[in-house]
């Protein structure tokens, strides 16, 4: 029974610990518009290891497919903070971040509202 035991808690590790070729992660990066998007994907696939990377404007969320062999989540949350996006995990310097154009600045509240959804300015004026 011992060894059944030992055996299967060495499948169990094996399995956890394979590196995968093609592993599907995510990861929120902050941004407001389609140029936002350019950037922090070519960020993102100019990274050793990224196969597929997918940022959504609506929901922060950037999709990734990566061999974990050549890289992980870190080092391209810490690629993505260099070319000024904020991370979860890694934020951008104020150096960083000033170098998105100024329509990009996702830390500003003008900026922010200026990329609100057009639609919402339509009811709001109808309400008003
Ligand atoms: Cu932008």
Known sequence: MKKVIVFLSLIVTTVAFAQNKNAKVSMEVDGVCGMCKERIEKAAIRTKGVKSAVWNVDTHELKLIIDERKTDVKTIAKNVAAVG????????TDEQYNT???CCRYRDETVLKDHEPKEDAKHKSKEN
């Open 100 to 102: 998105v154009h100024p």
């Open 85 to 92: 996006h904020d991370t979860k995990e890694i934020k951008a």
